[in-house]
Nanobody, 120 residues
């Protein structure tokens, strides 16, 4: 089992910046990737960014150039740095981790989410 706890959400002005954190605990050894997704009211959850254990990162087009995902393995924490925030970024942001226990068994874990609101 992997437990994920997000923090760092809040309300910011358009154009502002915010840094989200996600602390992982439990079966840390099994984690192969971590990432961030978001969900706005009435919208599907969308993937924002993913980072592998080797540090390779991928981003959604909406996040590319504005968001940066990073991981501190020593602290079992993944971060999402967001800049140039706009109203469309308003959503609940969820941290996720993919764990691989065997060659045939992988599973995803999700945090409880942290609210990000961008408004004047």
């Amino acid at each position: 089992q992997v437990q994920l706890v997000e923090s760092g959400g809040g309300s910011v002005q358009p154009g502002g910046s915010l840094k989200l954190s996600c602390a992982a605990s439990g079966s840390i050894f099994a984690i192969v990737t971590m990432g961030w997704s978001r969900q706005a009211p009435g919208k599907q959850r969308e993937l924002v960014a993913v980072i592998t254990n080797s540090g390779r990162a991928t981003y959604a087009d909406s996040a590319k150039g504005r968001f940066t995902i990073s991981r501190d393995k020593s602290k079992n924490t993944v971060y999402l740095e967001m800049s140039s925030l706009k109203g469309g970024d308003t959503a609940v942001y969820y941290c996720n981790a993919r764990a691989k226990y065997t060659t045939a068994f992988e599973t995803d874990y999700w945090g409880q989410g942290t609210q990000v609101t961008v408004s004047s």
